[in-house]
Antibody, heavy 120, light 104 residues
Framework: QLQLQESGPGLVKPSETLSLTCTVSGGSISSSNYYWDWIRQSPGRGLEWLGTVYYTGGTYYNPSLSSRVTMSVDTSKSQFSLKLGSVTAADTAVYYC????????????WGRGSLVTVSS | EIGLTQSPATLSLSPGERATLSCRASQSVGAYLAWYQQKPGQAPRLLIFDASKRATGIPARFSGSGSGTDFTLTISSLEPEDFAVYFCQQRSHWYTFGQGTKLE
């Protein structure tokens, strides 16, 4: 059974870069059938899709965040990563990694989520 | 960006009753709409995709309908485990979510 697990610092200072990693187990990150996503959730902004990475390294970012977001994949470690630069308190949220099938574009598997707080 | 507006914000019902949740898109999304269920401390779970197709393992009491800009999630007879927050999501243009309906 596929499992996704987020990891990374729970506290980031304003203006710094938020970095998270998602480890995929129970399935292949190199499958051509799936894309890998980052989604966040906060009381103020609700659920917000941040971007998508494919096993080849191709990426798609939310246009509203694209200047601050970078995603990458490391197939040898079965991991994909998120970097969000120049963070502010508004970036405080639970960050989820997720997966969507190539054919359907709906998020059918999610990690448990990682709370990241932006504060000095 | 396509906005999704869900109503009502909160729906108060009892087990055994029928629940009807609404999601309205700011422009047509065709049938490219999904519904998710989220319980406290958990990630969202995909229930319905392409407006009316049940995801794997989802009970038949959950059904979806609609197209274009107006969509409905119906739970025919509420079970105790159905009390949660429900979100809609469109995939017609990038991906956006509604703000949620809390079923209590």
């Amino acid at each position: 059974q596929l499992q996704l697990q987020e990891s990374g610092p729970g506290l980031v200072k304003p203006s710094e870069t938020l970095s998270l990693t998602c480890t995929v187990s129970g399935g292949s990150i190199s499958s051509s059938n799936y894309y890998w996503d980052w989604i966040r959730q906060s009381p103020g902004r609700g659920l917000e899709w941040l971007g998508t990475v494919y096993y080849t390294g191709g990426t798609y970012y939310n246009p509203s965040l694209s200047s601050r977001v970078t995603m990458s994949v490391d197939t040898s470690k079965s991991q994909f990563s998120l970097k969000l630069g120049s963070v502010t308190a508004a970036d405080t949220a639970v960050y989820y990694c997720a997966r969507h099938p190539f054919t359907s574009h709906y998020f059918d598997s999610w990690g448990r989520g990682s709370l990241v707080t932006v504060s000095s | 960006e396509i906005g999704l507006t869900q109503s009502p914000a909160t729906l108060s019902l009892s087990p055994g009753e029928r629940a009807t949740l609404s999601c309205r898109a700011s422009q047509s999304v065709g049938a490219y709409l999904a519904w998710y269920q989220q319980k406290p401390g958990q990630a969202p779970r995909l229930l319905i995709f392409d407006a009316s197709k049940r995801a794997t393992g989802i009970p038949a009491r959950f059904s979806g309908s609609g197209s274009g800009t107006d969509f409905t999630l119906t739970i025919s007879s509420l079970e105790p485990e159905d009390f949660a927050v429900y979100f809609c999501q469109q995939r017609s243009h990038w991906y956006t979510f509604g703000q949620g309906t809390k079923l209590e």
